[in-house]
């Protein structure tokens, strides 16, 4: 009995040491993927001209890594470069364009860019969510509480919008 309790803790400590190694290793092989796609991305765009997609990829990923002056070049080089995209595609990256902004807490920006996105898909519901959440930080609540309301619309199980909805009719509606 005596010695059954160590080997039960270096048993349970050999458990919690693999799945800690195993979470690391697993972050690691994803950051050397990201880091890769990169370094590959970079090197194209300096060599040639490259696609709306490309440019999107860099962005997203500067945008990963919080440099958000880099990413917006680079958005819109995006769309220059795809002019020709269906707007589904356009409102992906006017949305991305819209994050960099607001990031910077330049929401007017931010929501002229969401606003663009949405103009090309009505039904994008996280451009509404974004647009909701820059029209909060503008202190725009009624804008804030429709546009929520619309996201839901679209996508009635969004737990953002959602909990936005409840919050935002607690906090700025009185009850009757």
């Not at 440099?67 to 769309?79: C, E, H, Y």
């Not at 647009?131 to 679209?154: D, G, P, S």
């Amino acid at each position: 009995m005596d010695t059954q309790l160590p080997i039960l803790y270096l048993a349970i400590f050999l458990v919690l040491l693999s799945a800690s190694s195993w979470f690391v290793l697993r972050q690691v092989l994803r950051t050397r993927k990201v880091e890769s796609k990169f370094a590959n991305l970079q090197k194209k765009l300096k060599q040639e001209k490259g696609t709306a997609e490309d440019y999107y990829e860099l962005a997203s990923i500067y945008l990963d890594k919080r440099m958000f002056v880099q990413s917006l070049g680079l958005f819109q080089k995006a769309l220059k470069a795809g002019s020709d995209l269906e707007p589904e595609n356009l409102a992906l990256i006017y949305n991305g364009l819209g994050f960099a902004y607001f990031s910077q807490e330049q929401y007017d920006l931010a929501m002229r860019q969401y606003k663009e996105a949405i103009k090309l898909n009505p039904e994008y519901v996280v451009a509404l969510n974004n647009l909701a959440l820059a029209y909060e930080r503008k202190q725009l609540i009624n804008q804030a509480l429709q546009t929520y309301e619309e996201a839901l619309k679209f996508e009635p199980n969004n737990t953002t919008a959602k909990s936005r909805v409840e919050s935002l009719r607690k906090r700025f509606i009185p009850s009757s």
